[in-house]
């Protein structure tokens, strides 16, 4: 069984700064890809930011120059630095998993960005 938990959500002004992180843990082989989604009220969840094995990185366009994905293999964790908040980031974010036996999601962490 694999356990994911995301901390650091809160409530920031816009233009401020917030740093997520999640943690993995169980039975985990090898870990592929670690991603961040987002889901605000009414809204689809969407991705927000991906990282692989290899560390390639890739974001929605929407973050862009905003938003840092980063990854501690050894640590299992996957961060998101999240720059020049706006209050269109305002979601619960959820980490999520991909290993070979399938993937994974967290509990999600709201963040909140006040105008």
């Known amino acids: 069984q694999v356990h994911l938990v995301e901390s650091g959500g809160g409530l920031v002004q816009a233009g401020g700064s917030l740093r997520l992180s999640c943690a993995a843990s169980?039975?985990?082989?090898?870990?592929?890809?670690m991603d961040w989604y987002r889901q605000a009220p009414g809204k689809q969840r969407e991705l927000v930011a991906t990282i692989t094995s290899g560390g390639n990185t890739n974001y929605a366009d929407s973050v862009k120059g905003r938003f840092t994905i980063s990854r501690d293999n050894a640590k299992r964790m996957v961060f998101l630095q999240m720059n020049s908040a706006k209050p269109e980031d305002t979601a619960v974010y959820y980490c999520?998993?991909?290993?070979?036996?399938?993937?994974?999601w967290g509990q999600g962490t709201q963040v909140t960005v006040s105008s």
């Open positions: 169980g039975s985990i082989s090898r870990i592929n890809a």
């Open positions: 999520r998993l991909s290993v070979p036996s399938g993937m994974y």
